[in-house]
Structure formats: structure tokens, C-alpha cells
């Protein structure tokens, strides 16, 4: 059996610990190497456990594509062969994983679920753990009611972890944060446990360490309107994902878990040609309505669909809502990027491809669905000459006296041509 004491490669060795070597790669990946080391209450014994590191990484690697759903990790999927010479690959097969550099936070998310350990300890004296209540006589290794989040401050190397409360971890990194953390280790913990007890195996107690990317830069972000009936989100790169974009992604979806009805959704008439084309290439029906949120819900209440919406952001998601909701809407695309567990400008980019839009308003005094009527020549001219590369949308607005004008087409000159084009004809038309 091969047995790895202290690892030796070509790459500059970053960080030696009780079991594993940490070697740098490059600004964004580093290399960890788990040795065959044998360590407790911090000393490293020279009898080592052949294969221990490999087991290691075999279990660790297990419970990372198991929770990916959850949450992200660091793993990359890069081979060894990719960072290291044939032999050095072949040495460390097994025990070596490539991984993203992320900054640590400096805390440990220990989760319980049973009473053992430190915590039998505290409860003998105090009827407590880390705090936290605990019924009277309860025995030694009783499963808990439900898991506890007990974290504790992540120490300086000889020094020694301490439990801290909750509001404790809020200052070191702050409310959102800390309350992201419990939630994904209780989440993960929870399926972990279930998972492991499938397979004959208790899972008494855990403890995670999360980090973060890219300089702690939120991969998702959300904005609502004045009533919170809008939702509009922008990605980890930027990209704006407005009404259409979220239809696209909620739609792929709900049909890809079979629970989009009909495979149909509603939009309006002023939804990208993009969305369009996008829900016909995976065979979903786009049942088109003149605009208006109203108009969007008389549709759905038709029983056509259960999902509709506006390029605004205005969606309903009729299984849960009769209208819409800027925080549903948020919270339910913050779930869909979390399942995917990719990053949002990833799934946003390719969802769709958005065609540039232009929009042009004018002022009329006359009726403006007469002057429509009158001008349908030239609206027939503009659309023929985009042919099959954009579309035309002029008509009246249902809230004040104005012809609203909508080009899309592949390129935005050429889109911004035919609106100015329109919309020369039209003011002529109102002289």
C-alpha cells in the first residue's frame, strides 16, 4: 500500500498542515493535497495510515457532489494532469484535488443533531448546549428534537475554537451572511443526515467552513418597484434580467420538472422576440396578450397556464399568487440559481439571446388608433424590411395620448433606422 508522508512537488508550497499540503497553481487555483499524517488534539504522530488521504478525499469529494445542490463549493474540475507533471499526477491520484482560491471566513458552522461529545458535557451541567435550552433527561446520545447551530470562532493555529452565539457571528460577518450560513449548514446537515441513515450510518454531529469568490461579490442581485409588485434582477457579470429573462428561465424551468401546464406561458405583446424564439426552440407555447397586467391575468385565469408576465418584471406564478409579487418573484429565481448551482451570469446569458429594442413615443391629439389605420402601409414596409431578423410593434397607449413605436432587430442601428423611420411618418401624419 502507498503511504504519503510529506508531499514534495514542482509547484510553490503555500501552507503545511496536520494532514494536508496546500500547493499555489495560479491567482485563481490551488492545489490540496491530503498526505497519509495522523494527527490529534494537534500533534502529528510519525506513524502514519496508508491510503488514509485517499479515503479522505474520496469521502470528502462524495459529500461535495452530493450537496452542490445547496450550495457551491471549491471544487474546480480540473485534472491533475493539467497542473502537474505525468509523475507527480500519477503519485498523488486519488488524494489531490484542484480547487478555487476563495477567502475564508473566520468561523466554524458546527451543526448538531444529536447529544454527545462536549455537548453531553454542558448539558450535564448546565441543561444547556452552547447556550441553547435543552429538555430535562434527556440521555446520552439521544437524538435532538431538531439540529442545533452551534458555531464557534475559527482560532489561531495553537490556539483553541470557542463557541459563540449567534449574534457573535453576526459582527464578525455580518446579518446577512451569518444567517446565510446557518441556514445552508442546517440544509446540508439535514439532507446529509437523512442521506447517511439511509445507508445504516448516524451522523451524530458536523462542522463546515464556507468561503467566498471574487472579493465577496454577490452573485445575484434584486430590485423591486414602489408597491414590490416588479421585479428586476441583474447577474454576477451585470446582465440585466428583466421580465422576459425571468419568464425564460422560469418557463425552461417548471417544464423541465414537468410542472409547467400546458408547457404554455403568457406574455405581452411587447416581450422580446428573443423570448419567443427562445420557448419555441425548446417547444413551449408563448400565448401572446396586449399589455397590461390585467390583460395577463384574465389569460392565465383561463387555466392556459400557471406562469405569465411583463418585460417590466411583473410576473404571476398563478399556483401561488392572483397577482404579482416583486419578493416571491426574487425569491423564487434566488432558488432556481441556487439549484442550478452554477452562477447566475451563466444561466442568464443563455437562457435567451435579447434582440436591442427601441422605443419611440408620440405626442397626438387626434385619435390615435384612427391615425394607426392610416399608417399601416409604411408599418408593413418598415417589418418587410427587417424581414425575419426583427419585428415591429406600433400602437396606442392605453394611459395617456401617445403612438408608442417598438423596433427590435439583430443590431441596434438598424433597429433605431426603422423607429426613426416610423416615427418621422407619424409626426407628419399629426402636423
Known sequence: ???????????????????????????????????????AYDVVFDQPIPEKGTVLTSIANYWFRKTEHIIQNHLTGTSLEEVLSKDEAEML??????????????????????????????????????????????????????????????????????NISFKETEAIVGSALASQIKDVSLKIYQFAAEHALNCGIIIADTKFEFGLDEDNQADLGLALDGDADRLIAVASDGTTIDGDRQLCLFAKDLAQRNQLTNRSVVATVMSNLGLRQALEQ????????????????????????????????HLVFRNHATTGDGLLSGALLADLVLRSGRKSADIAGETMHQFPQVLISIPVKSNPTELLDRLTEEIAEATTRLDDIGRVLVRASGTEPVIRIMVEAIEEAMARREAEYLADVIRRAVR
Open 1 to 39: 500500500m502507498r503511504t504519503l508522508i510529506k508531499t514534495e512537488l514542482s509547484l510553490p508550497l503555500l501552507h503545511r498542515g496536520k494532514v494536508r499540503d496546500i500547493f499555489d497553481i495560479d491567482d485563481n487555483n490551488m492545489l490540496i493535497v491530503t498526505s497519509d499524517r495522523l494527527s
Open 93 to 162: 491520484a486519488g488524494r489531490a484535488i484542484v480547487v478555487k482560491k476563495l477567502r475564508p471566513l473566520a468561523l466554524e458552522a458546527v451543526v448538531r443533531g444529536y447529544l454527545i461529545g462536549s455537548g453531553w458535557k454542558e448539558y450535564l451541567s448546565s441543561g444547556m448546549v452552547c447556550g441553547i435550552p435543552l429538555p430535562q433527561n434527556m440521555k446520552l446520545a439521544q437524538q435532538l428534537l431538531k439540529p442545533l447551530y452551534t458555531p464557534s470562532s475559527k482560532a489561531d493555529v495553537g490556539e483553541h475554537d470557542a
Open 282 to 313: 425548446v417547444d413551449i407555447t408563448m400565448v401572446e396578450v396586449p399589455v397590461g397586467d390585467r390583460n395577463v391575468l384574465t389569460q392565465l385565469d383561463t387555466g392556459v397556464a400557471i406562469l405569465g408576465g411583463e418585460q417590466s418584471g
